[in-house]
T-cell receptor, first 114, second 115 residues
Framework: AQSVTQPDIHITVSEGASLELRCNYSYGATPYLFWYVQSPGQGLQLLLKYFSGDTLVQGIKGFEAEFKRSQSSFNLRKPSVHWSDAAEYFCAVQRGGTASKLTFGTGTRLQVTL | GAVVSQHPSRVICKSGTSVKIECRSLDFQATTMFWYRQFPKKSLMLMATSNEGSKATYEQGVEKDKFLINHASLTLSTLTVTSAHPEDSSFYIC???????????FGPGTRLTVT
């Protein structure tokens, strides 16, 4: 069965500082990987996704993520964090094939200090 | 494009009553819809997968008689929480995907409070 681990429950960074959120997955083959962001009381917004090809994926809001097969990781990065980035971030894995269910990590809450 | 709506956004009901939550794909045909439940400060747990015109497939531990899912059209799925109890209070989120695609599009969620 596929699983996702987000080791950091809560991260605090200063505005303007760089950010890296960790995500490790467990799956027998190369999965489809996603990062979502959720503001309090809201649904999920897709930041970026990886299916195949270039292992460095660019997303919205200046986020990027790098797929590293050898480390089973898909870490999310942003060079300069803005106060509006404060939210909950979820990494998710989906096995190949359309209409397959997503398995989510436990989430990382990002706090941004001014 | 790919907008999913949910109605209501918030609902409060009394213990023992039933409540229906709607999930609609506004600009695409959703062949498959997923229902998730999210407890406070927790991740999303998949409850069930529904394909248009078929019975929903429930995840282990989810009571199908309590959480009734209907996906009667390509744009609408409903989740009915029957005989609701306070422990059913939660944030319910749906997502939808169209045939041949991998990405799920999420609704804004419904906050259910059972008193």
């Amino acid at each position: 069965a596929q699983s996702v681990t987000q080791p950091d429950i809560h991260i605090t960074v200063s505005e303007g500082a760089s950010l890296e959120l960790r995500c490790n997955y467990s799956y027998g083959a190369t999965p489809y990987l996603f990062w979502y962001v959720q503001s309090p009381g809201q649904g999920l917004q897709l930041l970026l996704k990886y299916f195949s090809g270039d292992t460095l994926v660019q997303g919205i809001k200046g986020f990027e993520a790098e797929f590293k097969r050898s480390q089973s990781s898909f870490n999310l990065r942003k060079p300069s964090v803005h106060w509006s980035d404060a939210a909950e971030y979820f990494c998710a894995v989906q096995r190949g094939g359309t209409a397959s269910k997503l398995t989510f990590g436990t989430g990382t809450r990002l706090q941004v200090t001014l | 494009g790919a907008v999913v709506s949910q109605h209501p956004s918030r609902v409060i009901c009394k213990s023992g009553t039933s409540v229906k939550i709607e999930c609609r794909s506004l600009d695409f045909q959703a062949t498959t819809m997923f229902w998730y439940r999210q407890f406070p400060k927790k991740s999303l747990m998949l409850m069930a997968t529904s394909n248009e015109g078929s019975k929903a497939t429930y995840e282990q531990g989810v009571e199908k008689d309590k959480f009734l899912i209907n996906h009667a059209s390509l744009t609408l799925s409903t989740l009915t929480v029957t005989s609701a109890h306070p422990e059913d209070s939660s944030f319910y989120i749906c997502s939808a995907t169209s045939q041949g695609t991998y990405e799920q599009y999420f609704g804004p969620g419904t906050r259910l409070t059972v008193t």
